[in-house]
């Protein structure tokens, strides 16, 4: 089963067909030859029928010898032609800590004479197998070896997928298991498949071609009956798994992983098992990628489902971000890490929502490479489903700047999420502007709503020639439009600290300068008991906004300063 590469300082199996047998192995060989020869010479000579019996009797306790010589060959040298031993011994060399006073070329030498010696005798062992194969099929006994062979070796790969933690896989069995083992069974799975394809069954696939290389067919057969079984059982856990309709609720990555697996090692399979004989192998592995690939689309049509069949009626309190957003968007983030997997599924198994998608609406010559189209056009897709639910949640507020003002928040949340993941590449620049003009657009609603009242309570000019009565209504309408705001909108809260120190500099920079003349001009002609706010105390007030902060509504009026310094002025 070695894997065995001039290029990493093992023998090619061509190299040991060179190379001479051992000497009890060339010894019994030369004995079979000569007692050929001695056949071939009696038929020759018409010689008498007892003396072709003995001969006949002498060849079957020859091949009998043979036999029991190829088998001790095969158990002697079980762990150098493991793929397994044979990379762990060589990986030790490599690991090793020598003495630092030693001489680098002599710890080279040490290493490379350890190895050197793994070679040899491996690959000694490999040419006394051909070479007795060859004999016994050339004699008439070729099933005999192919079933020695066959029987050792299969234990081998058995034991292999053995301590690989590959057992056998059942349906009853994965159904019975509880989210933890079932995790625990996949990520054992994802590691022990790539070293059974890459070492056990591909080095299998090399001693097997070496040893059998005189027939085809029986190379063949060999190889198919030793690994077919254990083969099959490996590739059937990711359809087992696809089938599982109790998996927990992460499946979903799961499956990509084992999508990925396979996939990955696809081009392996089809070269190790390139024969009729093993077709069984690879059609396992392909039903397997179909079946995750099938359970990957579902899964993704019923989350597209469940965004839009979500009826939640609560608004949430303040204008804050959405549990639907938060949860949509987490699943979104995972899975925009298995870009490449997704769009590999996408393009065989496309969501029928996907035929819904405006092509106007998602074309962006910045995101990446047109392998992961597919998996961006989808995931932009479900963005939009979750945008078009967030803005029917927005009409659950019986006040309009509040749906405004959850409108902002929630897409803010949306692009952050994207702009910290994966989705920024695959969504690009330009989906990504698109929205953050949304934001602004959602916040200059919620400003024109929430605060134009208070706007509209100063006049648009400052002058000295307004009466007395007009200042004092001035300032009165000015009292009650602020202090219901304030009142009202101290409990709003926006989560995203740019986007709340942006609306509070915008209503700011417009409501304060002006203020501030009105005041500075009117302040001596009035009695102090019309005017409760001064203009620094209004920045302070402007600076409580959009944290969710509760309070009364006598706690303003009752007072005329504030204790925090101006941060908004």
Known sequence: MVSFHTSNNTLSPTSTSSLPTSPTSSMYLKCVMDLRGTMHFLVSQNSAPHKLVIAQTLMQIAMKRLEKEFYQILSSNRERLDPESVSTSLSSYGSASFDVEEDEADQLKVAGESISEVERVSALAMADLKAIAECMSSSGYGKECAHIYKSFRKSIVDRGLYLLGIEKFKSSLINKMDREYLHLTIKNWLNAVKIAVKSLFNGEKILCDHVFSASQTIRDACFAEITTEGAKNLFKLPELIAKNKNSPPDRIFRLL?????????????ESIFNVELTSAIKL?????LQKVGGSVKTLLTNFGSSIRKDSSKTPVSGG?????????????????????????IISIHPPIDNALFPESYFNDPTVIEAPKQAASVHLAWLILILLCKIDSKAQLYEDLSLSYLF??????????????STLKHLLGHQWLSRHSQKIKQYALNYESVAWNRVFESLPERTTSELSYEAVKDCFKRFNVAFEQVYVKQISWIVPDGKLRDELKVSIAGKLVPVYREFYETFLTKLNADFVRISPDDLGNYMSDL???TRISSSSLLSSSSHSKGCLLR
């Open 257 to 269: 992983e084992l999508h990925g697996a396979i996939s990955e090692l696809r081009p392996d399979i």
């Open 320 to 344: 804050g971000i959405h549990p639907l957003a938060q949860s949509t968007m987490s699943y979104l983030s995972s899975l925009s890490d298995y870009d490449r997997i997704l769009s590999d």
């Open 284 to 288: 396992q592995a392909l039903s397997s």
């Open 546 to 548: 959009f944290h969710g």
């Open 407 to 420: 409108l902002a928040n929630n897409l803010q949340f949306i692009i952050n999420q994207v702009q910290t």
